[in-house]
């Protein structure tokens, strides 16, 4: 059996469609990953563990992975490709960092899968979207952006075909400012879409008005202020998959009806 965390988010729900023999986690009945008493059903006959971590805290990660470890044998951790520039970098590049080195102390056989960017992030621009045709925010670094479907595709690779102790890090086809990504969703919308960075305190203000908790707002700005631009492009998608990874355009094309 496997128990796929996250189920109800942009990778988690693509995991548990691919796998439908998996066991998803399902908040309602109360499990909840920062409560490990809570885990105990769920974790019942479970080999393997897809496990997100939700949280900008890695407080009670331990807890929770020993928690796993009593009934499993196995995890996949997906974590984030910034944590090559150093824990240092940013605060969500911090929490991944601390995720990873919990994950490999934990007794399980781990496998780590570290993406780049989500194409998905930019669901956060829909509110602005549906409003006009400007997005405004900080400038992040440039990144090759990765489609979540890729990135739960190569999960189930490492959940049914497992490659303990490695670490695979995906990333999409091709290196993205923020302006690339929202003049190729314009083009799948059919309009002309104009990106506007924002300096961090205006984009502070943005951000919060578009509906993010403050703690998440902070982690953000500080991502933007100080991750590099990135121009890494790997070849795991195809290596795990069999398929290139998708581009940007093609996740566009899915999700247009979002923005309208
Ligand atoms: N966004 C990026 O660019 C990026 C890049 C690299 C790595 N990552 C990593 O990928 C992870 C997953 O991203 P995503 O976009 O798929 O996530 P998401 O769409 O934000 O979904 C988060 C999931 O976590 C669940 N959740 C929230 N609180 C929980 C709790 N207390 N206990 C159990 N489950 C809880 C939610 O359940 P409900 O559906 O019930 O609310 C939801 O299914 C992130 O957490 C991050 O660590 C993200």
């Given at each position: 059996?496997?128990?796929?965390?996250?189920?109800?988010?942009?990778?988690?729900?693509?995991?548990?469609?691919?796998?439908?023999?998996?066991?998803?986690?399902?908040?309602?009945?109360?499990?909840?990953?920062?409560?490990?008493?809570?885990?105990?059903?769920?974790?019942?006959?479970?080999?393997?563990?897809?496990?997100?971590?939700?949280?900008?805290?890695?407080?009670?990660?331990?807890?929770?992975?020993?928690?796993?470890?009593?009934?499993?044998?196995?995890?996949?951790?997906?974590?984030?490709?910034?944590?090559?520039?150093?824990?240092?970098?940013?605060?969500?590049?911090?929490?991944?960092?601390?995720?990873?080195?919990?994950?490999?102390?934990?007794?399980?056989?781990?496998?780590?899968?570290?993406?780049?960017?989500?194409?998905?992030?930019?669901?956060?621009w829909?509110?602005q979207l549906?409003?006009g045709d400007t997005v405004?925010?900080?400038?992040?670094?440039?990144?090759?952006?990765?489609?979540?479907?890729?990135?739960?595709?190569?999960?189930?690779?490492?959940?049914?075909?497992?490659?303990?102790?490695?670490?695979?890090?995906?990333?999409?086809?091709?290196?993205?400012?923020?302006a690339?990504q929202v003049a190729i969703l314009g083009a799948?919308l059919?309009r002309q879409l104009t990106f506007?960075?924002?300096?961090?305190?205006?984009?502070?203000?943005?951000?919060?008005?578009?509906?993010?908790?403050?703690?998440?707002?902070?982690?953000?700005?500080?991502?933007?202020?100080?991750?590099?631009?990135?121009?890494?492009?790997?070849?795991?998608?195809?290596?795990?998959?069999?398929?290139?990874?998708?581009?940007?355009?093609?996740?566009?094309?899915?999700?247009?009806?979002?923005f309208?």
């Open positions: 059996m496997i128990l796929v965390t996250g189920a109800g988010g942009n990778v988690g729900r693509a995991v548990a469609a691919l796998l439908p023999d998996a066991r998803p986690l399902d908040r309602r009945s109360g499990a909840d990953l920062a409560r490990p008493d809570t885990l105990t059903e769920a974790l019942q006959d479970v080999e393997t563990v897809f496990l997100i971590w939700p949280f900008l805290t890695s407080d009670g990660a331990g807890a929770t992975l020993a928690k796993i470890a009593e009934h499993a044998r196995r995890v996949v951790y997906l974590s984030s490709s910034a944590v090559r520039f150093g824990a240092d970098t940013d605060p969500i590049t911090r929490l991944h960092a601390d995720l990873e080195a919990a994950v490999r102390g934990s007794g399980l056989d781990w496998t780590i899968l570290r993406a780049d960017t989500f194409a998905s992030n930019a669901l956060g829909a509110g549906r409003a405004r925010g900080p400038d992040s670094a440039a990144t090759a952006v990765i489609d979540p479907a890729d990135v739960a595709a190569s999960a189930v690779r490492l959940l049914t075909d497992p490659r303990p102790g490695t670490t695979q890090t995906v990333t999409g086809p091709e290196v993205l400012a923020r690339d799948a059919g506007e960075p924002t300096p961090y305190d205006e984009a502070r203000a943005q951000l919060t008005a578009d509906g993010r908790p403050a703690a998440l707002v902070e982690a953000l700005i500080g991502s933007a202020e100080r991750r590099p631009r990135s121009d890494l492009i790997t070849t795991t998608v195809q290596d795990l998959t069999g398929r290139p990874a998708r581009g940007f355009r093609a996740w566009a094309d899915r999700n247009a009806a979002f309208s």
